[in-house]
């Protein structure tokens, strides 16, 4: 039985998240990065991207992450895009829990 989901494309629009809702209960990976370009998403695009899944995913089986691996791109960009990840999350986190965010995370 299926108990994980990655969706890869997302942040590129690909896949449309009412078809994640056929996967509720279930943990989703969701790609909230954009490996495909060295352009850095600000923690407020990812916490975007997060945001839109919720209407889809539980809170507690949704797993941010990169649409797929970092190996092609510059350190220096897989890193920052890496903070961007966390960061996001991190507002998403916030959210939900009614507390806020420390700034320059």
């Not at 994640?20 to 990976?29: A, F, Q, S, T, Y």
């Not at 990169?66 to 959210?95: F, H």
Request: aromatic share 0%.
């Amino acid at each position: 039985m299926l108990s994980t989901l990655q969706v890869r494309w997302l942040t590129l629009g690909n896949v449309p998240l009412e078809l994640v809702e056929l996967v509720r209960g279930r943990k989703v990976i969701l790609g909230a990065i954009d490996v495909a370009t060295e352009q850095v998403e600000t923690p407020e695009e990812v916490a975007a991207v997060l945001r839109r899944a919720l209407d889809h995913v539980d809170a507690d089986k949704l797993i941010p992450s990169t649409n797929c691996g970092m190996a092609p791109l510059a350190r220096g960009a897989a890193l920052q895009k890496l903070g961007a990840l966390s960061a996001g999350a991190d507002i998403v986190r916030a959210e939900l829990a009614n507390v806020a965010v420390p700034a320059g995370r």
